[in-house]
C-alpha cells in the first residue's frame, strides 16, 4: 500500500489514456473514494502535467457496475454470483475438456492491456500457455498492426517524435490536444504555435482543436490521406526536395521508390484528396526544408482505407527528407518490454522463443497474423461457422471487444455461439454481459499496476503504480486469478514453488541464483515464469505488492537486452544485480524512474537490416499504391 506524505497525498496515477500521467491524490480510505487530484512534479515523464481528465479518476475506482463476485451464467441469460472455488473450478475443467477435444488452437486469448492496465497481462500470459493457447488478439490488431508491419519492414523498429524539439510537427488522422500521445502535449503543442519559427502541419478533415492551432492544416476529405501522403511524398521527389547524401548514407531502395513516386500526377491527387495544391506543396516544402521534422499517425489514418499504405507514405515524408536518428526528429526509443513480444506470448517468460519466421494465417479465414495477433475485424467470422478449425472458446481480460471492436451485433453473437467464454474485469461491461463466467479484478487503485506504453525518448520512464486501497472484498488481483486458474489446470504446485520460495528469504541475489538453477531443472518455472514468481519471489515483497513480482523477470530480461541504455540509467554491470536494482528501485520509486537514457545515434543500431540502413522499398504495398 501507498504511504501517503505528510499532508495526506498519495501517488499514483491517471488510467485514461496511455500517457498514464502521474498523479498525486487524496483519498477517503473508509469508502475508498478518491477525493483530491493533482499533478506529480515528481514523476519523471508527465512531470506534474495533467489535463482536466485526470479529474475523473474516482468514477474508474467506483464505478455502479464494478463486480464483487464472480458471475456465472444461467441459461435464461441472467447471472448469479458463485464463489471463487466453484468458479475456478469449473473454468478448469471446462477449458480442459475443449482443449483435449480440439486443441489449444480452438482457444482464443482477448486482451490483456487497456490504458492502464498492463501488469495482469504478464500472467494471462502463464494460463495462456497452460491452456496451449495458439491464437491471440487485442485492441492493437483493430488500428496498429499495420503500422507494426510498415515500421518492421523499414526500420525494425517502433520510432516516436521528438515534438518537443522538433522545428516542424506533422500530425496525420491525430488530434493531440485531445487523445495526447506524447508526455506533456498541450504545453508542447502551445510552444510550437507561439514560435514563429517552428511550425504545425495537421491532416485530418475536420477542424479539431490541434488543426485549429496549426500552421497549415491540410483538410483532407475523409478516407483520402492515401492520395494526399502519396502527393506529398511525390513533391519531394518531383521538385528534388530530398535529402540526397542523407539517403545515399543511410538508406536503400530510394531509385525503385523515387522512380513510382515522379509518375504520380500531383495535381489530379490534390483534387481528389480535396487539399489545395498550393497548400500541400507548401506542406512539403516546410517539411524538406526543416532542420528537424517529427510526424505521427494514428486513428483517422489507421482506422481507414489504405490505412497500411498511408503507414508507409507517412514513413516516406519524413525518411525521404532525413528526419530520423537526430534531435527533433523520430527516434527508435528502447522500450522496457515490447509490446510486439508480448503481443506474440515471448515477452514474459525467462525462456524466449525466437521471433516467429512463417507467415501464419488465422485458422478460418486465413486473415495475417502481425505482431502475433488476430486481426479484431476477423474474430466473429472465425467463430460464426462451422469450420472445424473455428475458435470454440475465448478468454477475455481488461477488453470489451462487445463495445470496442467495429461490429458489436457480430460479436456478440459470436461470444453467445462459443462453448466458453470467461470474463476478466473490474465492470459488468457489454462483452462481460455475453459471457459465460465473470471473473472480478480489484480495480487498478487496490493493486500495484503499471503499463508498457513507455515510448519515450531520449530518457525513458516506468512507473509502477502502488496500491491506495485494499481490494474491494470480492475481488482478486489478476495475477493471484491465474494462478489459481494454472493450479487448477494442474500445472503448478507447491513442489514447484517451494526451493524458490525458501531461496526469497535470504534476498534478491540468492532468489536469482536459485531462480536460475531452478529453471534449467525444472522446465515448470521458465514456462510459467509469472506464475512462480507471484507464487514465490511475491510474499517477500512489501504489503499488498506482490503482483509486481513479474516484473523482476521484466527487468532481468530488459537489463540483458538493452545494457547500454540500461547502464546510462544507473542499471549497468553485472547483469543480475543490475536486474535487481532496477527491480528494487521500481519498488522504491512511487512517482516512477527512468530505466533508459539513450542516444540520437542509438537510432541506427536499432535499425536491424543490412549496414543498420532503413529500408524505403515495400513491393508488398506497390499495387495498392498503383491503384490508387
Ligand atoms: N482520453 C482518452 N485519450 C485517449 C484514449 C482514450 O480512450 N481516452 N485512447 C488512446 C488510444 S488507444 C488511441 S489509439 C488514441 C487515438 O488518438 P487519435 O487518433 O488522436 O484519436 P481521435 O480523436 O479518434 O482522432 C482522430 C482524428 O482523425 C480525424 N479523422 C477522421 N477521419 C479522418 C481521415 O479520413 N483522415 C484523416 N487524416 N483524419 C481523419 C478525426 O477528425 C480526428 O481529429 O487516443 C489515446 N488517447
Ligand atoms: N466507437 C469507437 N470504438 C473504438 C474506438 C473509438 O474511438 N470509438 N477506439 C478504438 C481504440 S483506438 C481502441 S485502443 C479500443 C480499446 O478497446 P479495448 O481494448 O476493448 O479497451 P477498453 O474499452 O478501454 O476496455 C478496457 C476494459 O478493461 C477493463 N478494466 C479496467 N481496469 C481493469 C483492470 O484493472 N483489470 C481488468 N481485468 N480489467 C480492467 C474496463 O472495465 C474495460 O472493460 O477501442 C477501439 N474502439
Ligand atoms: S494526458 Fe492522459 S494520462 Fe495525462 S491526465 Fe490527461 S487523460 Fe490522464
Ligand atoms: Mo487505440
Redesign the pocket.
Known amino acids: 500500500m501507498h504511504t501517503p506524505d505528510s499532508d495526506g497525498w498519495h501517488k499514483t496515477a491517471c488510467i ?3 500517457l498514464n500521467c502521474g498523479l498525486e491524490v487524496q483519498t477517503d480510505g473508509k469508502d475508498r473514494r478518491i477525493t483530491k487530484i493533482r499533478g506529480d512534479k515528481a514523476h519523471p515523464i508527465s512531470q506534474g502535467y495533467v489535463c482536466e ?1 485526470s479529474q475523473r479518476m474516482d468514477y474508474y475506482q467506483n464505478g455502479a457496475d464494478r463486480l464483487s463476485s464472480p458471475m456465472r451464467r444461467r441459461p435464461d441469460g441472467s447471472y448469479e454470483a458463485i464463489d471463487w472455488d466453484t468458479a475456478i473450478r469449473e473454468i478448469a475443467q471446462k477449458f480442459t475438456a475443449i482443449r483435449d477435444t480440439h486443441g489449444g488452437e480452438s482457444i482464443l486469448y482477448f486482451g490483456g492491456a487497456n ?1 492502464g492496465s498492463h501488469l495482469g497481462g504478464t500472467y494471462g500470459d502463464s494460463t495462456q500457455k497452460a491452456l496451449g493457447v495458439q491464437y491471440r488478439s487485442n ?1 492493437l490488431a483493430q ?1 496498429k498492426t499495420g503500422e507494426f508491419w510498415v515500421a518492421g519492414k523499414m526500420l525494425t523498429t517502433g520510432a516516436h517524435g521528438d515534438f518537443e524539439h522538433c522545428e516542424v510537427a506533422v500530425f ?5 490536444w ?4 506524447f508526455a506533456r502535449s498541450r504545453v508542447i503543442l502551445r510552444d510550437i504555435q507561439k514560435d514563429p519559427n517552428r511550425s504545425l502541419i495537421v ?4 477542424r ?1 482543436e490541434t488543426a485549429e492551432m496549426a500552421d497549415i492544416h491540410l483538410q ?1 476529405k ?4 492515401a492520395w494526399c501522403l502519396a502527393a506529398l511524398a511525390a513533391i519531394l521527389v518531383q521538385e528534388d526536395l530530398v535529402a540526397h547524401p542523407w539517403l545515399a548514407e543511410h538508406t536503400t531502395g530510394f531509385a525503385e521508390i523515387s522512380a513510382v513516386l515522379r509518375s504520380i500526377p500531383v495535381t489530379r491527387y490534390a483534387v481528389f484528396c480535396g487539399v489545395d495544391e498550393t497548400l500541400l506543396r507548401q506542406a512539403a516544402r516546410r517539411i524538406a526544408q526543416a532542420r528537424s521534422v517529427s510526424m505521427m499517425e ?4 489507421q482506422m ?1 482505407v489504405h490505412s497500411t499504405l498511408g503507414s508507409y507514405l507517412q514513413r516516406l515524408a519524413w525518411l525521404l527528407t532525413g528526419h530520423y536518428g537526430r534531435p527533433g526528429t523520430n527516434n527508435a526509443f528502447v522500450p522496457f518490454l515490447s509490446l510486439a513480444k508480448a503481443s506474440k506470448g515471448e515477452g514474459f517468460s525467462a525462456s524466449q522463443r525466437p521471433a516467429q519466421r512463417v507467415e501464419r494465417r488465422s485458422p478460418v479465414a486465413g486473415a495475417k497474423i502481425i505482431i502475433g495477433l488476430i486481426p479484431c475485424n476477423v474474430i466473429p467470422e472465425e467463430i460464426l461457422t462451422d469450420h472445424p478449425k473455428r475458435y470454440r472458446a475465448m478468454l477475455i481480460e481488461c477488453g470489451n471487444p462487445v463495445h470496442s471492436l467495429a461490429d458489436s451485433q457480430r460479436m456478440r453473437a459470436a461470444l453467445r455461439a462459443l462453448e466458453l467464454s470467461v470474463v476478466i474485469d473490474v465492470a459488468m461491461t457489454e462483452t462481460a454481459r455475453e459471457a459465460d463466467y465473470v471473473l472480478p479484478a480489484c480495480s487498478q487503485f487496490e493493486k500495484p499496476d503499471a503499463t508498457f506504453f513507455n515510448l519515450e525518448f531520449p530518457r525513458n520512464g516506468f512507473h509502477l503504480r502502488q496500491p491506495l486501497f485494499e481490494p474491494r472484498p470480492g475481488t482478486l488481483p489478476e495475477a493471484e486469478i491465474h494462478a489459481r486458474l494454472v493450479e487448477a489446470l494442474g500445472e503448478l504446485s507447491e513442489h514447484d514453488y517451494a526451493p524458490l520460495r525458501r531461496a526469497a528469504k535470504l534476498g534478491r541475489l540468492a532468489y536469482s541464483l536459485a531462480f536460475a538453477w531452478h529453471s534449467k531443472r525444472n522446465r515448470k518455472i521458465a514456462r510459467y515464469a509469472a506464475i512462480v514468481l507471484y507464487r514465490t519471489l511475491g510474499p517477500s515483497l512489501p504489503p499488498g505488492m506482490a503482483p509486481a513480482a513479474s516484473l523482476w523477470g521484466i527487468a532481468q530480461i530488459y537489463v540483458r537486452s538493452q545494457p547500454t541504455a540500461a547502464a546510462r540509467a544507473g542499471f549497468g554491470g553485472n547483469a543480475v544485480r543490475a536486474g535487481n536494482r532496477l527491480f528494487d528501485a521500481i519498488l522504491n520509486s512511487p512517482s516512477g524512474l527512468i530505466f533508459a537514457v539513450s542516444d540520437h545515434a542509438d537510432s541506427w543500431p536499432a535499425v536491424r537490416l543490412p549496414d543498420h540502413r532503413i529500408n524505403l522499398w515495400l513491393p508488398e504495398l506497390l499495387p495498392e499504391l498503383q491503384k490508387l
Open positions: 485514461i489514456c496511455a481528465k490504458q485492441a488500428e496525420v488522422g491525430k488530434n493531440p485531445h487523445s495526447h500521445g491532416i485530418d478533415p475536420r479539431s483532407v475523409p478516407g483520402t490521406d494514428d486513428l483517422g489514418l481507414n
